[in-house]
């Protein structure tokens, strides 16, 4: 019998009091999955929106009882059937069935083979599980995007999640940064590497940029709008907040795309090949353990988070 465990249970779509922590039945690794000792599970938007109203969860007809969370880091307890080049005690990592319900808000999770890589030995749990939304997001935005050596690509949000690891992915393929943030974070930019820091509060961005290359979207509204006039003829909005007006894209005479972060562990190998280069680095800024997830997705839901939060079991 596989036993019991402790996991962050949400009943209902709602408050962060709707994560509760309860015993229930430890999941076994299937066909194609690992069973997985958490160490450590990232904090996402998508986790507390999803929380509130069932977000991507909902849409797929999956409703509550539920537990959330796609980021994860632990380690290989049992491995299922038509696995390969994993083994018991590896040390893992990845984005882990998003968006179907991966269940790492927990002590064990049963997660698909595919998604996962094998962590780092130079970072721990938590920065580990950290990286894999945020990362992957950044990195597909740029193979998305072809970004090169040279170019610039505009980040905006740059201190959050995905903003800290783009800015560090960016640089690691050669290309320069600007970067908005506000003003507690700009020595924050400089360290992750951003040529061009800007505070948004007091320096327009479309005042000191033209001419880029590549621009990562995350925040929609008047700065998306205002973003495509900075971009030269040719170049590329990549959004990950929703689809873009392709008669916004082509009055400016540049090309406009959207994307959903996939879960991919191939790519999750990569980006821990250049962590353990230490060309990338996580940045988290505060560690919550399960019995206080809802401060944690409180904390997350205030928007001005430094890098990520993460939970540990």
Not at 159 to 175: D, I, T
Not at 265 to 291: K, R, S
Request: aromatic share 6%; with cysteine.
């Amino acid at each position: 019998m596989p036993g019991t465990m402790r996991a962050l249970v949400t009943h209902e779509w709602g408050d962060p009091e709707e994560l509760r922590l309860e015993e229930v039945p430890r999941p076994e690794a299937g066909e194609g999955e690992l069973l997985v000792r958490v160490g450590a599970a990232g904090i996402n938007p998508v986790d507390w929106k999803t929380r509130r109203n069932g977000g991507l969860m909902k849409s797929r007809g999956i409703e509550p009882p539920v537990i959330l969370g796609w980021d994860i880091s632990g380690v290989v307890e049992a491995v299922g059937p038509g696995v390969d080049g994993f083994a018991v005690g590896d040390e893992v990592f990845g984005l882990a069935g998003f968006p179907k319900a991966a269940g790492a808000y927990a002590e064990y999770a049963a997660v698909p083979a595919a998604d996962m890589a094998h962590k780092p030995d130079n970072i721990s749990h938590v920065d580990a599980a950290s990286l894999p939304l945020v990362a992957l997001t950044a990195y597909q935005a740029f193979e998305r995007a072809e970004l090169g050596a040279g170019q610039l690509v505009l980040i905006h949000a740059a201190a959050g999640g995905v903003g800290s690891a783009a800015v560090q992915l960016a640089k690691a393929r050669g290309a320069r940064v600007a970067g908005t943030a506000g003003p507690a974070n700009q020595d924050f930019l400089r360290e992750l590497g951003v040529d061009i820091p800007i505070d948004y509060t007091t320096t327009d961005f479309v005042e000191v940029l033209s001419d880029v290359d590549v621009v990562l979207e995350s925040q929609g509204g008047d700065v998306r709008q205002r973003s495509w006039g900075v971009l030269r003829k040719g170049g590329i909005m990549v959004s990950i907040l929703g689809p873009l007006p392709q008669e916004d894209a082509e009055a400016h005479g540049v090309r406009g795309v959207h994307m959903l972060v996939r879960p991919d562990g191939q790519q999750m190998q990569a980006i821990a090949d250049l962590v353990a280069q230490g060309a990338v680095h996580a940045c988290v800024q505060e560690t919550f353990p399960f019995a206080r997830a809802a401060d944690a997705h409180r904390a997350a839901e205030s928007g001005h988070t430094r890098g990520k939060l993460v939970l540990v079991p």
